[in-house]
């Protein structure tokens, strides 16, 4: 039987995305549901001095009308940070209480105050519009570099400072720094980006008075992860009274990760009013208040000899966090993005600062990448800006400090399995005829444009999991994940998996790999995900884990069930378990022709016995059935890493930046499925090359967000991409018995250094801030053409 | 959106006689539909007048171009008797929006709503048109009053855009990359008579640069324009641009537009 693992096995799930048969949550209607409406602030910062229902109430079809005092009666608990994150000076960070509906003070616009339920969504909105909030308005922090120096926004963190953070060696840096030939420095801004996953957050809260139990059905990224949190923290129900479904969800790039206020405020009230509630956002809603990502400001500085070896690197930060701490808000601009900033070199000092300050816009957390593309913009940016200042080749300058074996020890964290970077690099020049550029740029100058090109190599730690790590780090669960196997008796096998997809193909991926492991037909096989009653427990889909954590826990589900069905074989045949090989579905007993397949195991399994021509007893001992479950905990993240490449071309007279060349060199390890991790690439680097080019999100100094609809945030669209060059190479993973590493997220982290690089190479080393819009560039420009003519 | 009334109007007199001070026509309701869903406006009553028959099509003369109100960007896009007599027109059809925009999206119902980045106000004036509505002709130069201002009455319906067919011209635009409206386009035409060089995007009303019409009448070649360095003072400035790039954003398509002639 050839291997699935490797092959571009279409789909399964297409069929259903494609022909409109997905079940999202807002196609799911229960009988006699109610429609929510939330009333939120429209100012930044602000007190609640009066909040007057009584004419809403009077509103045709209101059901009911709930706010922070209610919520805060019945001690439903706030939304969490899920990472402790403790100063250099030791102190723990401070964190504010986040209500699921504010009750005296709101932080930003979008922050919810109450909830209109009624009849109708038209009635819920026409009652809604009836709530008198007297708000008295307070002067907003919106500025992450000026967050430090405004007013306090919570009571008793100062500075508005949640912590403090250092990574590393100060005074090792200063040492290799005093060393150096030369420092080179950079000031850096990630922008903050809006996530826009394609399907805008919704659920839908049931209560059965009879069973005491909520059930309730939302876009999530990790529905067990959600009941664990709105049990354990928000009050709403124990955990067996609480069931999660997060059916078809419609992309999330860490914008559902969260739980969010009204997936507790649905389900405290569902149970309050002993009816459903739906409630689905609209696009508006959904800007204002999905999590919002990146918002840095960054210093960075490269201690560097003349001949170009790295000696020290320091990396100072302030982090936008936004009005609250959420799920992965702490962790994000921490130990995600701190151990990376050496990126892939060797360099013997180094240390991560950072100051993750609260201001009164909607809150920051992990969003695609998190922490890691601004890890590799920031050292991706200076190492280009120092190949200008030493005059040293681009890719001659990042191969010299590469690391030379594996494991290769980054200076601040991570022990990298494995890895090599000189090939990602050789194959990347290749591929992108990196030694034929010239010859391109010239023919750019003849037709009066500007051309550059920008590279940039990453490695990110994703798969994000080992629970012994993450926890020493501050987490507050371990993030390993679970797989339940079951076979029918007629040999059809289901897959239960804690990982949840929301676009990333698990459907076909995970069949693939449990086809292959039990050499059952991919047909015969389906794939359940996205339900807390159906598998055991799950941590979810984020950080590039599904496949190298979840996946791998499928692996060893599977292999117990081989085992089982050795020792099943060996009683059947007469032979003793040890030998009984399994090969492509069939349990062979060692020189012999003596067989049973998968499917007459599983079908023995459960008719455990002896009748006419049936014969199958089962060992002593051993249980009937045929189901096993297995939970995997890694033991090291996952590497990704390669080697990007980016040609753009200006026109000076407008300042429009043509992307004419992508190339990405990816080491994903063992490639699964070559079809869906092109995809993957695809989408990563659309939304990376977005950050670079066209996406940002823009708050005034009110408060109020400029971007708030597709009529000013940019999407990028497919006729601003080029064809992409996709390209790779392979070590395997040592530390999961399938060599997989993630890809999800590569994209969206090696593309803004790699475009951006591009851009200021074109405009003569010229710093921009991204994303690098028409107008930043045609001033640019101006500016080249004035000391190019002082030149002359 | 709030509920409103639904009319579905059989000719323009019904359509005229629906309307109220609280009620507006509804064509593509590309703009109309979401803006009310935005909040940013509402009515009692929609009037639909997509079904009015005459207010439909293309008709082309020796001089001009005569577009029914309804017509779809769409149609203007792929219509052959457009892309014959003027070009430059069915190419600005095909630039506006997106797909979705243009297969719903009608010309009147652009040149009512007068939006300061919308592509055809700058077709109107650099072509001369005339606007015909229920009740009268008038002129474009006196049509676009100021932001989302026109010269119509309340229950005045457009059913008709009358464009003088031109010796050459082009527009050219510099679309926002988000939503795809004029962050500045401009629309040069080169009449017997005349030269108009129409702006839109740049000020708060679409109009015709004096400074750029004068500087080509003299010699109709991007080289007499090159070096022009426009007042920004009245210009627009907002996240998308400031004004002196619209400033200069106006020459460098107005070159673009002159060397496309």
Redo the contacts between chains.
């Keep these: 039987m050839a291997s699935l693992v490797g092959s571009r096995v279409e789909r399964k799930e297409d069929k259903r995305f494609l022909t409109g048969k997905g079940r999202y949550t807002s196609d799911i209607n229960l009988v006699n549901q109610t429609y929510a409406i939330f009333v939120r602030s429209p100012h930044a910062r602000a007190q609640i001095k009066k909040l007057d229902i009584s004419k809403a109430q009077k509103s045709s079809g209101v059901v009911s009308i709930l706010t922070g005092s209610e919520i805060a009666e019945d001690k439903i608990g706030g939304l969490i940070a899920g990472w402790a994150i403790r100063s250099e000076d030791g102190t723990e960070m401070k964190c504010p209480a986040n209500p699921p509906l504010a009750k005296d003070i709101v932080n930003f616009v979008g922050d919810p105050v109450a909830v209109v339920i009624a009849e109708s969504l038209e009635e819920a909105k026409v009652a809604a519009e009836k709530v008198s909030v007297d708000y008295k308005v307070l002067k907003a922090v919106t500025s992450t570099a000026d967050a430090m120096d405004g007013d306090t926004i919570h009571e008793g963190i100062d500075k508005n400072l949640c912590f403090d953070w250092l990574l590393g060696d100060r005074q090792k840096v200063k040492e290799a720094f005093e060393k150096a030939d030369k420092v080179i420095s950079i000031d850096i801004i990630n922008n903050r980006l809006i996530p826009n996953a394609m399907e805008p957050r919704a659920c839908l809260a049931d209560y059965n008075s009879a069973s005491e139990e909520i059930t309730l059905y939302t876009t999530s990224q990790n529905p067990h992860l959600s009941r664990l949190i709105m049990s354990a923290f928000g009050n709403v129900s124990p955990e067996h009274k609480l069931r999660v479904v997060a059916p078809d969800v419609g992309g999330g790039f860490g914008s559902k990760i969260n739980v969010y206020n009204e997936d507790i405020v649905c389900s405290w009230a569902a149970k309050k009013i002993n009816r459903a509630i739906k409630w689905v956002a609209e696009r508006s809603e959904s800007f204002l208040t999905d999590i919002h990502g990146r918002d840095h400001v960054t210093h960075a500085e490269l201690a560097v000899t003349n001949d170009g070896k790295f000696l020290g690197f320091k990396n100072e930060t302030i982090a936008n966090l936004g009005a609250y701490a959420r799920v992965f808000g702490t962790v994000t601009p921490t130990y995600l993005f701190g151990p990376c900033a050496t990126g892939v070199y060797e360099i013997p000092a180094a240390y991560s600062n950072v100051k993750a300050v609260f201001t009164n816009t909607a809150p920051v957390d992990a969003y695609r990448g998190a922490g890691r593309p601004e890890a590799t913009y920031t050292i991706e940016r200076l190492v280009e800006k120092a190949s200008m200042e030493l005059g040293i080749d681009k890719t001659e300058l990042r191969m010299k400090n590469f690391p030379t074996a594996f494991p290769f020890k980054q200076t601040l964290v991570h022990t990298v399995d494995s890895g090599d970077y000189v090939a990602g690099m050789e194959k990347a020049k290749q591929m992108a005829d990196y030694n034929g550029y010239e010859a391109r740029r010239k023919d750019s100058e003849s037709r009066g444009k500007l051309r550059g090109i920008g590279v940039s190599s990453y490695f990110e730690a994703c798969g994000i999991a080992p629970s012994a790590a993450v926890m020493s780090l501050g987490c507050g669960v371990g993030l390993w994940e679970s797989a339940e196997v079951r076979f029918n008796p007629t040999g059809q096998v289901t897959v239960y998996t804690g990982s949840h997809s929301h676009g990333q193909s698990h459907q076909t991926t995970f069949a693939q790999i449990a086809a292959d492991e039990l050499g059952v037909p991919i047909e015969n096989i389906d794939i359940v995900h996205g339900d807390t009653d159906k598998g055991t427990f799950g941590m979810g889909t984020y950080g590039s884990r599904s496949l190298t954590v979840g996946g791998i826990a499928i692996v060893n589900a599977c292999k117990k069930i081989v085992e089982k069905g050795k020792r099943v074989t060996a009683k059947m045949l007469e032979a003793s378990p040890e030998d009984v090989e399994f090969k492509d579905g069939e349990f062979i007993v060692a020189k012999s022709n003596k067989k049973k397949t998968i499917g007459e195991i599983a079908f023995a399994c459960y008719l455990p016995g002896v009748r006419d021509e049936m014969k199958s007893p089962l060992p002593e001992g051993e249980e009937p059935g045929l189901k096993e479950t297995a939970f995997f905990d890694p033991s090291n993240f996952s590497f990704p890493a390669g080697t990007h490449i980016a040609e753009v071309e200006i026109d000076p007279e407008t300042g429009e930046v043509k992307l004419e060349k992508y190339t990405a060199c990816d080491d994903f390890g063992r490639i699964i499925n070559p079809m869906i991790v092109e995809g993957q690439v695809h989408g990563g680097l659309a939304q990376g090359i977005g950050q670079a080019l066209y996406e940002n999100a823009e708050y005034d100094e009110t408060g109020q967000l400029m971007t708030g609809s597709y009529m000013d945030y940019t999407m990028p669209r497919a006729d601003n991409f080029p064809e992409f060059n996709i390209g790779y190479t392979c070590t395997h993973a040592t530390t999961n018995p399938l060599g997989v590493k993630g890809c999800g997220e590569a994209g969206a982290i090696a593309a803004p250094p790699t475009v951006m690089n591009a851009v200021i190479d074109a405009l003569g080393g010229q710093e921009i801030t991204m994303p690098a819009t028409a107008e930043k560039v045609w001033k640019a420009c101006k500016n080249l053409k004035k000391s190019n003519s002082k030149a002359a | 959106m709030?509920?409103f009334n639904y009319h579905l109007a059989k000719d323009s007199k019904e359509a005229s006689k629906l309307s109220s001070s609280n009620s507006a026509f509804l064509a593509g309701g590309m703009t109309t539909i979401p803006s009310m869903k935005?909040g940013l406006a509402s009515y009692k009553d929609l009037i639909d007048i997509k079904n009015i028959k005459k207010l439909s099509g293309i008709k082309v003369s020796g001089k001009s171009v005569t577009i029914g109100a309804t017509t779809k960007h769409v149609e203007v896009a792929n219509s052959k008797e457009v892309k014959k007599a003027i070009p430059s027109l069915a190419n600005l059809a095909e630039g506006i929006g997106d797909p979705q925009v243009r297969n719903r999206g009608t010309i009147g119902g652009s040149v009512a709503n007068n939006d300061p980045s919308a592509d055809y106000p700058s077709a109107c004036i650099a072509l001369n048109a005339t606007i015909h509505t229920n009740d009268r002709k008038i002129e474009a130069s006196k049509f676009f009053k100021g932001m989302f201002e026109t010269a119509l009455k309340k229950g005045e319906l457009i059913e008709a855009i009358e464009f003088q067919i031109p010796e050459k011209s082009s527009y050219q635009k510099?679309p926002?990359?988000?939503?795809r409206?004029a962050v500045v386009g401009v629309y040069v035409a080169k009449h017997k008579k005349d030269i108009n060089v129409a702006v839109t995007g740049a000020k708060p009303c679409v109009y015709n640069d004096k400074d750029l019409s004068k500087a080509l009448s003299n010699s109709f070649s991007s080289s007499s324009i090159q070096n022009m360095e426009l007042d920004s003072s009245d210009m627009n400035s907002d996240?998308?641009?400031?004004a002196e790039?619209r400033a200069?954003?106006v020459v460098?398509q107005a070159?673009k537009a002159v060397d496309a002639c």
């Design positions: 709030k509920n935005l510099h926002n990359p988000a939503s409206y996240i998308h641009a400031s790039y200069s954003l460098t070159k």
